[in-house]
């Protein structure tokens, strides 16, 4: 399969990295470039015990890369995975939800046909009946 992980953080780049150790195609996007780069050179920002080595090992075999083209990435995957954060909003309990609903929205300018999408990051319910809309909007244009 072809997977495209959104997001490399803890959930993201820990599942990227097991999902092609698996033997799967995965395309792990971020938006920082900076990031993405240390990636590549196996500059691994987050310790996970045999993460660093997973890494390397599947880079190499060329089963995981790493892109800031959340477009392309999307294009080319089968299985899209929503992992980006969800931190708590100032002086509330509520979860801010605006990095999950503007990924969706790149999502729906990337796609062409069906694609499964995976949310992964932490969210209150009824946030995938608003991926959901956000997505079936520009694909049923």
Do not use: W
Request: overall charge positive; charged content about 30%; proline content about 3%.
């Amino acid at each position: 399969m072809k997977l495209c992980m959104i997001g490399t953080g803890y959930v993201g780049l820990v599942s990227g990295v097991c999902f092609s150790d698996l033997g799967n195609d995965v395309i792990c996007v971020d938006k920082d470039i900076k990031k993405i780069n240390s990636l590549k050179k196996g500059i691994i920002p987050i310790y996970e015990p045999g993460l660093e080595e997973l890494v390397l090992k599947n880079h190499k075999n060329k089963r995981l890369n790493f892109s800031t083209n959340l477009k392309e990435s999307v294009k080319k995957s089968d299985i899209v995975f929503i992992c980006v954060g969800t931190p708590t909003k100032k002086n509330s309990n509520n979860a801010d939800l605006s990095q999950v609903y503007a990924v969706a929205k790149e999502i729906s300018k990337s796609i062409k046909k069906f694609k499964i999408i995976i949310n992964k990051s932490t969210v209150p319910v009824t946030t995938g009946d608003e991926i959901e809309k956000i997505i079936s909007k520009k694909v049923n244009k």
